[in-house]
């Protein structure tokens, strides 16, 4: 079989850890080249490095998905530097566990500048590149709290419910050019993001409600990216993928 992204450069956000380094390897298996970027550009820069040792084309740099320059930097690096752009997957997000009432102005403006409008500024950017190669994909990072309520995390739930319809938009704006846009949804996920965000005890509690019961593991999600940022799902946009153990398929009957 060939590499399933053979021919496609593509650019990961928040690529340094967890989801985004998953994909990262397991798109350079599959034959992508690739464009990372990271916040934490000596993470980034690592991982690159592991990448190009095994032999991949892979350009990376330190950038902000809050920073319309940096976009324009990051989308320039993968046009000039590794021969168009084929795919985005809009990564990078940050979690917190704030409810209603102790959501201030700051954590609201901050998370919500990170994980929407850093998705809508992917978006605006890349997709001139994609445009310019004929056609491309994009992956927009929603969560199964885009999806359904917890009864917490007021301001991250609100920006991963906006993720999934400006996916849906974009996905129908964009249609007649080739560029699909597509939302993935995963449940809890054994990286950074849950290990530092969310206590021992209240990850055993929040793994009961999925059916799998099970925490899910980062390379499970990025295979979801593959498939959607790849030929195979060519005529799949404003999709969303739950990647969730059956989270949003129903409550398990508790023990
Ligand atoms: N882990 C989960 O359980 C889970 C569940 C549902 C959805 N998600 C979503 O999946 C995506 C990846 O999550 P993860 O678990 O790998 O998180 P993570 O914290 O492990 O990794 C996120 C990466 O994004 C980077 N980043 C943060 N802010 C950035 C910024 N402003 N600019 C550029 N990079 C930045 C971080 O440095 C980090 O490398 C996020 O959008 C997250 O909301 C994760």
């Given at each position: 079989?060939?590499?399933?992204?053979?021919?496609?450069?593509?650019?990961?956000?928040?690529?340094?850890?967890?989801?985004?380094?998953?994909?990262?390897?397991?798109?350079?298996?599959?034959?992508?080249?690739?464009?990372?970027?990271?916040?934490?550009?000596?993470?980034?820069?690592?991982?690159?490095?592991e990448?190009?040792?095994?032999?991949?084309r892979?350009?990376?740099?330190?950038?902000?998905?809050v920073?319309?320059?940096?976009?324009?930097?990051?989308?320039?690096?993968?046009?000039?530097?590794?021969?168009?752009?084929?795919?985005?997957?809009?990564?990078?997000?940050?979690?917190?566990?704030?409810?209603?009432?102790?959501?201030?102005?700051?954590?609201?403006?901050?998370?919500?500048?990170?994980?929407?409008?850093?998705?809508?500024?992917?978006?605006?950017?890349?997709?001139?590149?994609?445009?310019?190669?004929?056609?491309?994909?994009?992956?927009?990072?929603?969560?199964?709290?885009?999806?359904?309520?917890?009864?917490?995390?007021?301001?991250?739930?609100?920006?991963?419910?906006a993720?999934?319809?400006?996916?849906?938009?974009?996905?129908?704006?964009?249609?007649?050019?080739?560029?699909?846009v597509?939302?993935?949804?995963?449940?809890?996920?054994?990286?950074?993001?849950?290990?530092?965000?969310?206590?021992?005890?209240e990850?055993?509690?929040?793994l009961k409600?999925?059916?799998?019961?099970?925490?899910?593991?980062?390379?499970?999600?990025?295979?979801?990216?593959?498939?959607?940022?790849s030929?195979?799902?060519?005529?799949?946009?404003?999709?969303?993928?739950?990647?969730?153990?059956?989270?949003?398929?129903?409550?398990?009957?508790?023990?």
């Open positions: 079989m060939s590499a399933r992204l053979s021919g496609k450069s593509v650019i990961i956000s928040g690529a340094a850890h967890g989801i985004g380094a998953a994909q990262a390897r397991l798109f350079a298996r599959e034959g992508a080249r690739l464009a990372l970027f990271d916040i934490d550009g000596e993470g980034v820069a690592k991982l690159a490095a990448l190009v040792a095994d032999g991949h892979v350009v990376h740099t330190t950038a902000d998905v920073s319309e320059d940096d976009w324009i930097r990051v989308v320039a690096l993968a046009e000039d530097e590794l021969g168009g752009l084929h795919a985005l997957s809009n990564n990078a997000g940050i979690f917190r566990p704030e409810g209603v009432e102790e959501t201030t102005v700051e954590l609201f403006n901050t998370i919500t500048a990170i994980n929407q409008l850093g998705v809508i500024l992917g978006m605006k950017t890349a997709i001139p590149a994609l445009r310019r190669a004929g056609g491309g994909s994009i992956v927009n990072f929603s969560s199964i709290y885009g999806l359904t309520g917890s009864g917490l995390a007021t301001a991250y739930q609100g920006t991963k419910g993720v999934r319809l400006i996916t849906k938009t974009a996905a129908v704006q964009y249609a007649p050019e080739a560029i699909r597509n939302s993935v949804h995963p449940t809890m996920i054994d990286t950074p993001l849950i290990r530092n965000g969310v206590p021992e005890n990850l055993r509690r929040l409600l999925v059916p799998m019961q099970r925490i899910g593991q980062a390379d499970e999600v990025a295979h979801a990216a593959l498939f959607l940022l030929d195979e799902a060519s005529l799949i946009t404003g999709a969303e993928l739950a990647v969730d153990g059956g989270y949003t398929a129903g409550a398990p009957i508790p023990d």
